[in-house]
């Protein structure tokens, strides 16, 4: 168990927007909501999923919509909490611990917000291993556990609980409610019990985000090569270094898709790196050659300073390293790859695990 | 209290026809179901609000969304019983009585047979007097009363329970699940006390129904003239008679909207008129002069067979009778009219009692 304060959150929020891999949300707004509700309501207590009975209730809480809408509207925890009381008060029952849905992005830093104010555990770890857009990319479903029952709520006090059949459509209803309170909603879903998330969970997951952020922070403090320390601390592979030379981009459907090309500098200057995203980076090609893609990590971060970037903030003249980190190894099975793999996402090329590409 | 057997449906079916003002679904199908219901579980006691104790649970059960497919898939009772028992488990009481949201189409013959197959009383009344198109018009929403909690169900095993902080924002939310749950649902809603629904009930409305099936069924057995008969057992006024001349008709964002032209015969020989719907037909116009609109009912019969004729039905050369009956006082207030006056629907025209129209 580590008990988690206000300073944590910096570096769990660092780490969060490197693991959100282009999208995911910026953690920046979750940490300040998060840090206020340490700062009135204690410390969060990041626990092992090992430490659960295996009837205790757990729920996933966080963001769903637009990361950017999402962001504007976080003025208040409020129905963030109406949430988890309305799944609660559905359920019958009283949740024992929370969970991040992914650690990555903004839902890396939302729920510790909720785990203080409510006073609850948040296990270390998540069900996906980095950030994905859509409810039914988890484990969980991979697992057969369900996303329902699950309940939404916005700002203005309206709130709704879904129970779908499978994901899949827990995920449809819930986009579609998404947009009619306003493009962003918090939710609490995924009610399981703690034998099921013992299943399900990528174990340390929250606390490989908390030492990333350390080690970006430590390597400026020490002026070290940040791209170096996040490839120690991540495990990951440099893909390419360079400098963006174009980016595209269009909004749509509740995405933002598009590429970024990324000419090589120093050992790359060779080749040109093409970056697809929808929200996340997606694929890594040069020419022909899939570098990396989903469900493995693809993430860039400034070549300077180890900041991360995001989709929205690709531009044209920035010095980028891209980094390959493995996935989680369930997520390479057959069920894995279609649920998230390059196809699910209209690419049309072949997995190929980043560890083993060339 | 009346007891309503599987032939009285045949008169309600009619009856809710004429009421349904070109719109609201053809209660053909409800009528089956219903029917197949009482042979299999016994007649419906219709009730009087009045009998109802104040702290009693009432739910208006029906299907929402496109009537046409609320038809289509209407083959299975299992979804509203569904619905029933999940707004029951969410507020954690049974419910006492079963209300109709609207005398008028489908909805008039549905609650029927979830009220037989539960053994539950089903009260004389509703609270709207007619069929209308949005669940927030409603006397229940003049009257402060909320359509929340309410839940949907679809024949997949999908439900959804939807609180909203108002009803014109329940309407938004349920439809979007309507689409997503493929066009058409079933619903439990407004759940209300005995002391509510004692507010916004208009009283008697499913007898009338009853009534004006049974007036139409005599006259042909009589060979006496079916208009007349509907003019009398209604209490409306006919405003024109003739042939229909030509019929535009869109179907656009769940609605079909259009207008039909009818070619006065007899004493209406001088005139055109224009009757405009969306679904429910909305506006009787001849030249500029207003004879009929929403809220009042504007009803459409076959001349010979007094056969109600929907907006769907509409189509050269057919000799239709067009009645005007007044609606509930209420929706003639301030608030009534902005809930379902003419402008709600685009139109502007001032709303002008059909009693007074000349």
Same sequence: chains 1, 2.
């Avoid at 988690?4 to 282009?22: P, Q």
């Avoid at 949300?25 to 979750?30: A, F, L, R, T």
């Avoid at 606390?207 to 170096?228: C, E, I, T, W």
Wanted: charged share 20%; proline share 4%.
């Amino acid at each position: 168990m580590k008990i988690i304060d206000a300073a944590d959150l910096e570096a769990i929020a660092l780490g969060g927007a490197v693991y959100g891999t282009g999208g995911g949300g910026d953690p920046y707004i979750g940490k300040l909501l998060a840090q206020n509700a340490i700062r009135k309501s204690g410390s969060v207590h990041l626990i092992d999923v090992e430490s659960l009975a295996d009837d205790a209730l757990v729920f996933e809480v966080g963001g769903i919509g637009a990361p950017t809408i999402v962001i504007e509207r976080l003025a208040s925890l409020a129905p963030l909490l109406n949430a988890v009381e309305a799944l609660e008060t559905h359920l019958g029952r009283r949740v024992t611990a929370l969970m991040s849905g992914e650690a990555g992005g903004l839902n890396s830093t939302i729920p510790f917000a909720a785990a203080s104010a409510l006073g609850l555990p948040l296990l270390d770890g998540d069900p996906i291993g980095r950030a994905f857009p859509e409810l039914q990319m988890s484990l969980c479903t991979l697992q057969g556990i369900a996303a329902s029952p699950l309940a939404l709520a916005d700002e203005k006090g309206n709130s709704v609980i879904i129970d779908a059949h499978n994901n899949a459509t827990a995920e449809r209803f819930a986009r579609s409610i998404t947009i009619d309170m306003g493009g962003s909603v918090f939710g609490a879903l995924y009610p399981m019990s703690g034998a099921q998330v013992k299943k399900a969970l990528i174990r340390g997951s929250i606390s490989r985000l908390l030492d990333a952020g350390y080690a970006l922070f430590n390597a400026r403090a020490k002026h070290a090569d940040p791209v170096q320390a996040l490839l120690q601390a991540s495990g990951g592979r440099l893909l390419h270094a360079g400098k963006v030379t174009s980016v595209e981009r269009a909004t749509g459907g509740g995405f933002v898709r598009g590429h970024a090309d990324i000419e090589g500098l120093d050992g790359y200057a060779g080749g040109c790196l093409r970056l697809s995203f929808q929200n996340e980076f997606l694929l890594a090609r040069r020419g022909d050659r899939v570098l990396a893609s989903t469900p493995d990590l693809i993430c860039a971060v400034d070549s300077e300073t180890g900041e991360p970037i995001t989709n929205e903030k690709m531009r044209f003249g920035l010095r980028v390293a891209v980094l390959g980190i493995p996935c989680d190894a369930a997520w390479r099975s057959d069920a894995g790859l279609a649920l998230a793999g390059p196809r699910y996402f209209g690419h049309d090329v072949d997995f190929v695990p980043v560890e083993l590409s060339r």
